[in-house]
């Protein structure tokens, strides 16, 4: 619920109902919050502020929207001192036409204590107790049932609870009212959860025109690549991800990440990453009214000593394979560029499974169950297809099927083998025989059991007369299941 | 006028040097190395794999890959296939598990699976850049509109540069218009007799024609258009015989150890 001021000022009051607010204000105008897309705008709107500091948080106990804090140590020299950046971020925002009020102090509550209720001041450390003393107990973040209860007592100055028996005071108004005391004045610790990484390398630009163009962007992603390079590698650092953030006078912030499958500084590299990653944005990118500020930040640094390229160098190749991986997945997608890797089952879907090419092999590779004697198609389809298979004695091999609506003869088939399903891996209850599945009783528990006979596959190796060689197998063993289904399962070479 | 002729024989043989380099092949009088292995081709160009229906993509994509694994060399150990997001159920993905028969490792392909043929162009294009690939698979299940002439050329001009090799697999009986330089067609024929059944299936056998392309200088030594019945074993390809009887024709060809996958990227690299 929000009120504008037009409406306070006339008495209604957050908590009203809304036929008592009409009793008061019979032009009152009521609108629906669309909370999700206030809360999403709010969150661009604070991405937006990491242009001031790295650290930006929506606080976590407080409203998703209204209320931004940031952390500016460090930041402010940037600016010519606090007072100058705050007077900055509160005028930018105000001419923008946004309402709105701001303060710093070393401590999260004595700064939101300023913002709310002596907005425009700077706090020197240690001169919260003095400062809060004056404002009225509603500063320290309390709910309204809280304050209420304190201005009874006639505490209705942060001040007078100075010095109190803190032991009574928490008997009284519970612990929070002390937690919010010690946040406020530096006695507790109150941790910030940024929104976004702390990146400890990073360079940025300003632009003191607004730019648009995408080509604009990119270029400036190149050049910042090369001041980013230069910083890790007096760091002695290579990263394994790259952030660029750009961020729109409109409070918007685009984000663009791309991977590295090996550490890397090589500026050139990074920059055709972003314009691969930037060719796969197509509609999705829209510079808004401008973009006034670029950032690149590298992010999962690891040490990359100097190497030396050239005449002594064993080049393997793998190197370059993974700036190949990089490159691909960059403007495909890492889910685009996959890499086979053996797992430990005999169920052959799941045997082999596809990862990101880019993705860090395991250092110790697991052991292996080994590979089955029997051979292995060249190709598997994705979806085993249903298939109608003629028999000529139920567990002979296969005569004759019909896939994609033509048939095949068989003249040599080999198998079967049979895999059976992984009861370990299935959450299905174990019973020793059918019998005791049927003793169970009703067909609800019956199905929560697993059942050895359905699940089993047969596969045979089957070949036509023009050489074409299939793997198929059949669900269900056939003393289980009413009618055995076939399905085709993969193509050898 | 004796002039004016050693200017047009001068002009003439710098226009050959020209059309070689532009059609990125060796002066017709270059003698060229005999080929060690059977239908083994020099790095380094692009291939066309033909063969009559998708219902043979495996005999296609099994010949590809064993041409493809024969070009890794130490210090270029990348094979990548290529695929269309879209054809994977009627192609089938490749299965890391079969790659054994090839003397490969599942984690040494890399496979892309593109949205469009316009990327998969593209990633073509910058795999074959990269100097660490041995041999690029495109599978493509129809004819597309977009790999057209021009598009092969492309692929032809950047292979030539980096010595990597394309392989296009297609299926149908139509041949289009290509820059490739060889054109195999790939028909899968009944198997070679299973060693200890004689109602079970065998290990793969290909009737193979070089449609286009030959393999040596000499034309009576591999003329174009010849068929070849072979049978892909762990020393390479074999000629086979009909009746089963074998005629080992591969020279100098080292055994692709069956168990060990992993390994042959190794004794490649102590053989080169």
Redesign the interface.
């Given at each position: 619920m929000a009120l504008d001021q037009a409406a306070q000022a006339r008495g209604v009051r957050p908590g009203q109902t809304v036929a008592e607010a009409r009793g008061l204000l019979p032009e009152l105008e009521t609108r629906a919050l669309d909370a999700p897309r206030i809360v999403r705008r709010f969150a661009d709107f604070a991405d937006w502020h990491s242009n001031a500091s790295p650290i930006v948080a929506i606080p976590a106990d407080g409203a998703p929207w209204g209320e931004l804090v940031l952390d500016i140590t460090g930041v402010s020299h940037l600016f010519g001192g606090e007072a100058a950046m705050l007077a900055s971020l509160v005028g930018r925002l105000a001419a923008l036409g946004y309402s709105v009020a701001g303060g710093v102090a070393a401590t999260v509550g004595a700064a939101w204590a300023l913002a709310h209720f002596a907005p425009g001041q700077c706090l020197a450390t240690g001169a919260e107790a003095e400062t809060l003393a004056a404002l009225p107990v509603e500063a320290l973040r309390l709910d309204m049932a809280a304050a209420g209860a304190l201005r009874q007592f006639g505490l209705s100055r942060i001040g007078q609870l100075y010095g109190r028996d803190r032991r009574a005071l928490k008997a009284r108004f519970g612990v929070a009212l002390l937690t919010r005391l010690d946040q406020a004045l530096g006695y507790a610790e109150e941790t910030l959860t940024p929104r976004q990484p702390v990146a400890e390398h990073s360079v940025e630009r300003r632009f003191a025109e607004p730019i648009g163009l995408i080509e604009d962007v990119l270029e400036t992603a190149r050049d910042l690549a090369l001041a980013l390079a230069h910083r890790l590698e007096a760091a002695g650092l290579g990263a394994q991800s790259f952030h660029l953030y750009v961020y729109r006078v409109d409070h918007q912030v685009l984000t663009l990440t791309v991977g590295a499958a090996r550490a890397t500084r090589d500026a050139a590299h990074i920059g055709r990453l972003f314009s691969y990653r930037a060719e796969r944005l197509g509609g999705e990118y829209d510079a808004g009214f401008g973009i006034d500020m670029i950032r690149l930040a590298a992010d999962r640094l690891s040490p990359l000593a100097a190497v030396q390229a050239g005449a002594f160098g064993s080049?393997?190749?793998?190197?370059?394979?993974a700036?190949?991986?990089d490159?691909?997945s960059s403007?495909?997608g890492a889910?685009?560029?996959?890499?086979?890797?053996?797992a430990n089952t005999y169920v052959?879907e799941q045997?082999?499974v596809?990862e990101p090419?880019g993705a860090p092999?395991p250092a110790a590779a697991m052991p292996l169950a080994p590979?089955?004697e029997a051979?292995?198609?060249?190709?598997?389809?994705?979806?085993p297809e249903p298939i109608t298979v003629i028999a000529e004695v139920p567990d002979a091999p296969p005569a004759r099927m019909i896939w994609r609506r033509?048939g095949y003869s068989f003249?040599?088939?080999?198998g079967p083998e049979r895999l059976g399903a992984e009861w370990q891996h299935g959450r299905g209850r174990l019973a020793l025989t059918l019998d005791a599945i049927e003793a169970a009783g009703t067909p609800e528990t019956a199905a929560r059991y697993y059942r050895e006979g359905a699940e089993t596959r047969d596969y045979y190796?089957?070949?036509d007369?023009?050489?074409?060689?299939f793997w198929l197998f059949r669900l269900g063993l056939s003393g289980f299941t009413e009618t055995p289904r076939w399905f085709l399962h993969?193509?050898?070479? | 006028m004796p002039g004016s002729r050693r200017h047009r024989l001068d002009a003439l043989d710098s226009l050959r040097h020209t059309l070689a380099r532009l059609e990125t092949r060796p002066l017709l009088a270059a003698p060229v190395a005999a080929p060690t292995q059977l239908l083994a081709p020099p790095p380094g160009h692009v291939h066309e794999v033909c063969a009559d229906s998708p219902?043979?993509?495996?005999?296609a994509?099994?010949?590809a890959?064993a041409q493809a694994q024969g070009l890794r060399r130490?210090?270029?150990?990348?094979l990548v296939i290529a695929q269309l997001?879209g054809e994977?159920?009627e192609?089938?993905?490749?299965?890391?598990?079969?790659?054994?028969?090839?003397g490969l490792a599942?984690?040494a392909?890399?496979?892309?699976?593109?949205?469009t043929i316009a990327?998969l162009l593209?990633?073509l294009e910058?795999?074959l850049a990269?100097?660490?690939?041995a041999a690029v698979i495109a599978e493509l299940a129809r004819p597309h509109k977009a790999l057209d002439f021009t598009a092969s050329r492309r692929l032809a001009l950047r292979s030539a540069a980096s010595g990597g090799s394309v392989f296009l697999t297609r299926y149908g009986p139509e041949r289009t218009a290509s820059a490739a330089r060889y054109r195999w067609r790939v028909?899968?024929?009944?198997?070679r007799p299973?060693p200890w059944?004689a109602?079970?299936?065998g290990g793969?056998?290909w009737q193979i024609t070089l449609e286009k392309g030959r393999l040596s200088a000499a034309p009576a030594d591999a003329p174009e258009g010849e068929t070849y019945l072979v049978d892909?074993t762990e020393h390479g390809f074999v000629i086979a015989a009909p009746g089963g009887r074998k005629r080992p024709r591969s020279v100098g060809g080292a055994a692709l150890p069956r168990a060990l996958p992993a390994a042959l990227g190794h004794r490649l690299s102590q053989a080169g």
């Open positions: 080049d393997d190749g793998l190197a370059s394979l700036g190949l991986h490159r691909l403007r495909l889910a685009a560029v996959l890499r086979a890797r053996l052959p045997m082999v596809f090419a092999m590979l089955p051979p292995r198609p060249l190709r598997l389809l994705p979806q033509v003249v040599r088939a080999a190796v089957a070949e007369a023009g050489g074409r060689r993969g193509v050898f070479a | 219902v043979a993509a495996g005999a994509l099994g010949f890959l130490e210090g270029r150990p990348g997001r994977a159920q192609l089938g993905l490749p299965y890391g598990a079969g790659f054994a028969g090839f599942p984690e392909v890399t496979l892309i699976r593109a949205e990327e593209w990633a910058e795999a990269c100097r660490a690939v028909m899968p024929r009944p198997s299973a059944d109602r079970a299936p793969p056998r892909w």
